[in-house]
């Protein structure tokens, strides 16, 4: 599956003791013409944890606090590709921006 990275929105400061909230990007899937906007991204000491859009809301019965996914496959198959193609591409966009300087160059500026 094809995924490209279309915008990266770099965070302000929101960090906590677990990880860094890095930014938040623009993805587009171009084989089935739609593009993803909201994929967070934070880096904790393992690595990068992407994150899709979610909503909160709550239970009718339970009256709690639930959070889904705003954007799934129906095949489970192809929704674990699209994860797996999401975390490579989020993953190596964010290493060739560290590689290049820009990430840190924004952060001297700061």
Do not use: W
């Not at 880096?43 to 239970?59: A, S």
């Amino acid at each position: 599956m094809k995924i490209e990275i279309v915008n990266f929105y770099k965070a302000l400061h929101l960090d906590n003791k677990k990880s860094k909230f890095v930014g938040t990007m623009r993805v587009r899937l171009p084989e089935i013409g739609i593009e993803i906007l909201g994929v967070s991204i934070s880096k904790t000491n393992r690595g990068y944890f992407i994150c899709l859009p979610q909503k909160k809301g709550f239970d009718h019965v339970t009256k709690n606090e639930i959070v889904y996914s705003v954007f799934i496959f129906c095949d489970k198959s192809k929704q674990k590709e699209f994860m797996d193609c999401l975390i490579k591409a989020c993953v190596d966009h964010m290493l060739k921006l560290t590689e290049s300087g820009l990430e840190s160059q924004e952060e001297a500026k700061e």
